[in-house]
Structures are given as structure tokens and as C-alpha cells.
């Protein structure tokens, strides 16, 4: 229930950790990696909050309100977007490993 709690209030904050640049919400990021794969997705508080935490993540990437044209240009807001496209992608890999028999909890 506390690391459920602590999680719920990253993701409040996570608008704002998300004007950093990369280096800096990075730590943050690996915070909500290691509680949201400690989640047991068969309960429904949990599967609500995973489901708030891809949520929040796909909001904060929002590429439309962002001009793509200097996508390949290095800067604070980039470094963000690649964090959370990797972040997401861990999630993804998670749930392919659980439903083909690996131990993680994210199926």
C-alpha cells in the first residue's frame, strides 16, 4: 500500500519533473519503473494505477504539441521524450516476459 501511495504521488508531480532535462528526471523515471513493476496487476487498485502511470506517461509524450520538426535535434525536451519512450518500452517488454512465462507481475 505505501509504494501504491508513493506512486500515485510521483505521477502527480511528473508534469513538472518532465520540464527537466533528461539526466535530471531520469532517477525519477527509474522510480516509477522499479513501483509500477512491483504492481500485481490482477488487482484492480493496482491495474488502475498501472493504467494511470501509461496514462500520465503517453500525456507527457504528447508529440502533436510538440513541433517534431527538430525531433533530431538534442535538447532538454527530446531527452525527456526518449526516456519515456524507453520507460515504455521496459513496460512492453515486462508484459511480453509475463505472458510467456517469465516472472515479472505486469501481464
Known amino acids: 500500500a505505501l509504494k501504491l501511495g508513493i506512486l500515485e504521488e510521483?505521477?502527480?508531480?511528473?508534469?513538472?519533473v518532465c520540464m527537466t532535462s533528461?539526466?535530471?528526471?531520469?532517477?525519477?523515471?527509474q522510480c516509477i519503473l522499479f513501483l509500477a513493476t512491483d504492481l500485481?496487476?490482477?488487482?484492480e487498485k493496482d491495474r488502475?494505477?498501472?493504467?494511470?502511470?501509461?496514462?500520465k506517461?503517453?500525456?507527457e509524450l504528447d508529440v502533436n504539441?510538440?513541433?517534431l520538426s527538430d525531433i533530431h535535434m538534442r535538447s532538454p525536451r527530446n531527452e525527456v521524450n526518449l526516456i519515456i519512450m524507453r520507460l515504455l518500452s521496459v513496460f512492453m517488454s515486462h508484459s511480453k516476459q509475463s505472458a510467456t512465462g517469465g516472472t515479472l507481475n505486469t501481464d
Not at 22 to 29: E, H, I, K, N, S
Not at 48 to 55: G, K, Q
Open 48 to 55: 488502475a494505477t498501472f493504467d494511470a502511470v501509461l496514462e
Open 10 to 16: 510521483m505521477l502527480k508531480h511528473l508534469g513538472s
Open 40 to 43: 500485481d496487476l490482477a488487482d
Open 22 to 29: 533528461g539526466t535530471q528526471c531520469l532517477p525519477y523515471m
Open 57 to 59: 506517461l503517453v500525456d
Open 65 to 67: 504539441r510538440h513541433s
